[in-house]
Nanobody, 126 residues
Framework: QAQLAESGGGSVQAGGSLRLSCTAP????????VAWFRQAPGKEREGVAA????????VYADWAKGRFTLSQENAKNSLYLQMNSLKSEDTALYYC???????????????????WGQGTQVTVSS
């Protein structure tokens, strides 16, 4: 089973930026949907963005469009989530997750994903 590791979280002032990294075996990016989710205290886990195998397509939550961007660096087996113009409501534990791609769409529903990282905390202060 694939193993995922997140890094890059931290504390930042509102308006600042952070880049999160998800590292996984190379085969994950060939055959899996890989997505970022987040969960704030007292709230349900929600999808942020997802990448199709080989980064063929990316999907974003509506609220993330324009502020958050996925990118991939194959040499480092990493999928990055660049987060700009951060707001206090972006404070959450951010997770990387993956599921085998069977065709169709890579969703942003947490229940669709089989493998999860431990999460990395992002705290945005106003």
């Amino acid at each position: 089973q694939a193993q995922l590791a997140e890094s890059g979280g931290g504390s930042v002032q509102a308006g600042g930026s952070l880049r999160l990294s998800c590292t996984a075996p190379r085969n994950v990016y060939r055959s899996y949907c890989v997505a970022w989710f987040r969960q704030a205290p007292g709230k349900e886990r929600e999808g942020v963005a997802a990448s199709f195998p080989e980064a063929a397509t990316r999907v974003y939550a509506d609220w993330a469009k324009g502020r958050f961007t996925l990118s991939q660096e194959n040499a480092k087996n990493s999928l990055y989530l660049q987060m700009n113009s951060l707001k206090s409501e972006d404070t959450a534990l951010y997770y990387c997750a993956a599921r085998v791609y069977y065709g169709g769409r890579c969703s942003l529903f947490p229940s669709d994903y089989e493998v999860w990282g431990q999460g990395t905390q992002v705290t945005v202060s106003s």
